[in-house]
Every structure is written in structure tokens, then in C-alpha cells.
């Protein structure tokens, strides 16, 4: 399967811990994309990489969340002090610059639970 | 901040009948998507419009770039059981200093009639 993937697809923690995503895009991919997705909305975007910059963060990326793109490849996304209101589907997505920009392939999402 | 309106919110479907949504949106985007995402799982790409008027099917999905820019509709002809899930219209623009995101809209549940 050449899809991206995302790792755990779900995670229960206490509010208050640290809790770390990763995501590997489809091969060869080279923009990489976080957004956030809570029930009954659509996905919002948090983040996004083009290789192993981050060129552009969302106001919704508080100073709790931080992303890395270290070798271009696959990213992470590490939230701290976990908070109940970040409970929520963290979706990654990635595309080439090959085609448009908006062509996003997502991947199934690691769905997070803050107790 | 930007908003997709989309509709309808929810709708019920009896196989074989056809199924219209839309959205629209106060901003004009360059380029329009229709995603469909199944319980636990992430969104699907269906289809993408880059040009304002623009008609494309993919099967028996047909969506339209509206002429506006600030509009889109997707059909799904002749529904099947498997056509069940949230179908997300998405817009897409670089703007101002921004290397450009997609919004969503808040997504049209298809269900089956009991």
C-alpha cells in the first residue's frame, strides 16, 4: 500500500501528558500537510511542509503543538500538556509538486482522546 | 474567518435515486474539491475543479466549478449502498502571504431510508 499512513490511529491519554503522531506521506511526495478534524466539522488545517521547512502554521497551532519534517520524509506532530479540547481526528496529508497544490491525499487519521 | 457553507447538512437515500449537494462560500477560490470520508477514516479525493464553469464527472459522480467562483455541486447518479458517508466540499486559494490551505466546509451526511 502506497497511501499515507498514520501511526497510532488512536490514543487515550490524560490531560496533561505529551502525546507524539507521526505520519509517513506517499513516496516521493514532497508537501506535507497536518489538519484537525472535530466531530460534526470538516478537517482544519494546522500546518504545512514543503521537503523539510515548514512554510506555513494555523492560528489553531498553539505554542503546545509543534511539527518537524526533519529529513523531508515523514513528520511528527507532539502535542504538550495535553488539554480535553484537544480531543479530536489529526489528519495528515500530502501532495508533489507535480500537480496542484490542492490535490491532498489524506491519510486515515490518528484519532486522539484526552481524558 | 473563511466559511463553506454546505447542504444539505444530512440526507436520506433509497438506491438508485440520484443525490445533488452544493456549496457555497463569500470568498472566491481558484480551485474546488469534493472529498468523501467513511467512519474512521480520512477524507477521499473524488474530484477537482480548477476552472470556473468547469463540469467533470468521475463515474457516476459529476461536480461544477461555479461560474462565480464562490459556488460548487456535486452529483451522484443512480446511488448505490456504498455511496453512504460525509461528502466534504473544500476550496482552495493562495491569498496575501499564505502559501495556500484548504477550507472545508462542515460536510452533507448521505444515509440510507430505512
Known amino acids: 500500500d502506497t497511501g499515507v499512513s498514520q501511526n497510532p490511529r488512536h490514543k487515550i491519554t490524560k490531560r496533561g501528558q505529551n502525546v507524539t503522531f507521526r505520519c509517513d506521506p506517499i513516496?516521493?511526495?514532497?508537501?506535507l500537510y497536518w489538519y484537525r478534524q472535530t466531530l460534526g466539522q470538516g478537517p482544519e488545517f494546522l500546518t504545512y511542509?514543503?521537503?523539510?521547512?515548514?512554510?506555513?502554521k494555523s492560528r489553531l497551532l498553539s505554542d503546545r503543538f509543534s511539527a518537524e519534517r526533519p529529513k523531508g520524509s515523514f513528520s511528527t506532530l507532539e502535542i504538550q500538556r495535553t488539554e480535553q479540547g484537544d480531543s479530536a481526528m489529526y489528519l495528515c496529508a500530502s501532495s508533489w509538486d507535480g500537480q496542484p497544490q490542492e490535490t491532498q491525499y489524506f491519510g486515515p487519521g490518528t484519532r486522539l482522546l484526552v481524558l | 474567518g473563511q466559511q463553506l457553507n454546505q447542504s444539505p447538512q444530512s440526507m436520506f437515500i433509497q438506491e438508485g435515486e440520484d443525490v445533488s449537494m452544493n456549496c457555497t462560500s463569500s470568498s472566491i477560490f481558484n480551485t474546488w474539491l469534493w472529498y468523501k470520508q467513511d467512519p474512521g477514516e480520512g477524507p477521499v479525493l473524488l474530484i477537482a475543479?480548477?476552472?470556473?464553469?468547469e463540469l467533470t464527472s468521475n463515474g457516476r459522480l459529476t461536480a461544477q466549478f461555479g461560474i462565480t467562483r464562490k459556488d460548487s455541486f456535486l452529483n451522484i447518479s443512480a446511488s448505490i449502498p456504498s455511496d453512504v458517508g460525509i461528502y466534504f466540499c473544500?476550496?482552495?486559494?493562495?491569498?496575501?502571504?499564505?502559501?495556500?490551505?484548504?477550507?472545508f466546509g462542515k460536510g452533507t451526511k448521505l444515509s440510507v431510508k430505512p
Open positions: 511542509f514543503q521537503n523539510e521547512a515548514q512554510l506555513e
Open positions: 475543479l480548477y476552472k470556473a464553469g
Open positions: 473544500a476550496g482552495f486559494m493562495n491569498y496575501g502571504g499564505s502559501q495556500g490551505n484548504l477550507i
Open positions: 513516496s516521493e511526495h514532497n508537501r
